[in-house]
């Protein structure tokens, strides 16, 4: 069964300095990798998803993540924070299966410092 | 701007009560997904559909949720009768997928259920 981890479970940045989100994931195939974010009160929202092809995928809002199949790492990057970016981020696996149903990691917390 | 809804935003209800929430998937989308939100647990599946059709409820209480699709713009999702741990918050999504696969996800903006 595949599974997600976010090793971390809440972050501080400062407003302006750059982002990094870890996320991991164990499968046993070629992954769909996805990162959502969800700001309080509200739903899901997509910021990108690597299915194949270039590694490195562009997002929305400046986001970018890197797949690295050999460190089974999917991590989310952002070069200069903004204090909008405060959320709760998800990283997910799309699982082989009738419908590639998404495995969710646990979520990290990001605050923005001004 | 196409999106997934859902009804009622929020619920509160009583023990024992019965509960319905409602799902209208992207139009075009075959595939709607049922995840469940708690603290202790985080995003949890509940179950998916393809075409209407239930593929998966493995991650449902059996004996007290139903999900079903009477029609390919509308997904339930009911408790019968509801228990205080079903408080949550409750997501659909829709895709769109042939075979194995599914698209990207779009989530709705999810139902609060408070069973008191």
């Known amino acids: 069964a595949q599974s997600v981890t976010q090793p971390d479970i809440h972050i501080t940045v400062s407003e302006g300095a750059s982002l990094e989100l870890r996320c991991n994931y164990s499968y046993g195939a070629t992954p769909y990798l996805f990162w959502y974010v969800q700001s309080p009160g509200q739903g899901l929202q997509l910021l990108l998803k690597?299915?194949?092809?270039?590694?490195l995928v562009q997002g929305i809002k400046g986001f970018e993540a890197e797949f690295k199949r050999s460190q089974s790492s999917f991590n989310l990057r952002k070069p200069s924070v903004h204090w909008s970016d405060a959320a709760e981020y998800f990283c997910?696996?799309?699982?082989?299966?009738?419908?590639?149903?998404?495995?969710f990691g646990s979520g990290t917390q990001l605050t923005v410092l001004p | 701007d196409a999106r997934v809804t859902q009804t009622p935003r929020d619920k509160v209800t009583e023990m024992g009560q019965e509960v319905t929430m409602r799902c209208q998937p992207i139009l075009g989308h075959n595939t709607v997904f049922w995840y469940r939100q708690t603290m202790m647990q985080g995003l949890e599946l509940l179950a998916y559909?393809?075409?209407?059709?239930?593929?998966?409820d493995s991650g449902m209480p059996k004996d007290r949720f139903s999900a079903e699709m009477p029609d390919a713009t509308l997904a339930t999702l009911k408790i019968q009768p509801s228990e205080p741990r079903d408080s949550a918050v409750y997501f659909c999504?829709?895709?769109?997928?042939?075979?194995?696969?599914?698209?990207?996800?779009?989530f709705g903006p999810g139902t609060r259920l408070t069973v008191l």
């Open positions: 690597y299915f194949s092809g270039d590694t």
């Open positions: 559909f393809r075409n209407r059709a239930p593929l998966d």
């Open positions: 997910a696996v799309g699982a082989e299966g009738s419908a590639r149903q998404l495995t």
């Open positions: 999504a829709s895709g769109f997928g042939l075979a194995g696969n599914t698209d990207t996800q779009y």
